[in-house]
C-alpha cells in the first residue's frame, strides 16, 4: 500500500482524537463554570438591583401621596380659616394633624393673619419631599445604568460561554469524524 508523501503530513498536522475529545470537554467544562459561577452571581447582583429600584420607586410614590396630602391641609386650613366658627377645639385638633408632618417645629397660630405663615410652612414641607422624590430618581437613574451594564456583561460572558461549548462539542465531534474518515481511507 503507497501513500504519497502529502497523505503523511496531512496525518501529522490533524492531533490525536483522544486531544481533540480532552480539549473539547475541557471547553464544555470551562462554559459550565463561567454559567455557573460568574453569570449566577451577575443575575444575583441584577436581581438586587431591580430590587432596590423597585423599593425606591415605591418610596417616589408614597412621597407623591405625602406632597398630595400637604396641599389637601393646605386647603382645607384655608376653607377652615375661612370660617367665622374657628372653635378652640378645632384649631386644637388641627394642629395636632400637622404635628406629625413638621416634628419639633412650633405652629403658628390658627389665626388669618398668620395664613402666610402656615402657606410657607406647609411649602417648604412640600419642598422637602419634592428634593426626596428627585433623590431617589437620580438614584433609580444610576442604577438603571449599572442595571445596563451588568446586562452587557451578562450577555457577553453568555456568548462566551455558548462559543466554547460549541467548539467543545465541535472537537469532540471532529473526533467522530476523523473516524468516518481513517474508515474511508481503511476501505480504498
Keep these: 500500500?503507497?501513500?504519497?508523501?502529502?497523505?503523511?503530513?496531512?496525518?501529522?498536522?490533524?492531533?490525536?482524537?483522544?486531544?481533540?475529545?480532552?480539549?473539547?470537554?475541557?471547553?464544555?467544562?470551562?462554559?459550565?463554570?463561567l454559567t455557573n459561577f460568574f453569570i449566577d452571581g451577575m443575575q444575583g447582583k441584577i436581581s438586587g438591583i431591580e430590587v432596590e429600584k423597585s423599593a425606591n420607586q415605591n418610596l417616589i410614590s408614597l412621597t407623591w401621596q405625602r406632597v398630595e396630602t400637604l396641599e389637601r391641609k393646605r386647603e382645607m386650613l384655608i376653607l377652615l380659616l375661612q370660617t367665622p366658627e374657628l372653635t378652640p377645639e378645632i384649631s386644637s385638633q388641627?394642629?395636632?394633624?400637622?404635628?406629625p408632618w413638621v416634628g419639633e417645629v412650633s405652629l403658628p397660630k390658627l389665626a388669618v393673619s398668620q395664613l402666610g405663615n402656615w402657606m410657607s410652612l406647609i411649602s417648604k414641607l412640600q419642598q422637602q419631599e419634592r428634593?426626596?422624590?428627585?433623590?431617589?430618581?437620580?438614584?433609580?437613574?444610576?442604577?438603571?445604568?449599572?442595571?445596563?451594564?451588568?446586562?452587557?456583561?451578562?450577555?457577553?460572558?453568555?456568548?462566551?460561554a455558548l462559543f466554547l461549548q460549541i467548539i467543545g462539542l465541535g472537537l469532540i465531534l471532529a473526533r467522530d469524524l476523523s473516524r468516518g474518515g481513517s474508515a474511508q481511507r481503511n476501505e480504498r
Design 1 to 33: 500500500m503507497a501513500i504519497n508523501l502529502s497523505q503523511k503530513t496531512h496525518l501529522r498536522l490533524i492531533p490525536p482524537a483522544w486531544l481533540l475529545v480532552a480539549i473539547g470537554l475541557l471547553f464544555n467544562i470551562i462554559s459550565a463554570l
Design 94 to 99: 388641627i394642629k395636632q394633624s400637622m404635628q
Design 131 to 160: 428634593e426626596r422624590i428627585d433623590e431617589l430618581y437620580l438614584k433609580n437613574l444610576q442604577l438603571d445604568g449599572t442595571l445596563q451594564h451588568l446586562n452587557e456583561e451578562t450577555s457577553q460572558m453568555r456568548n462566551l
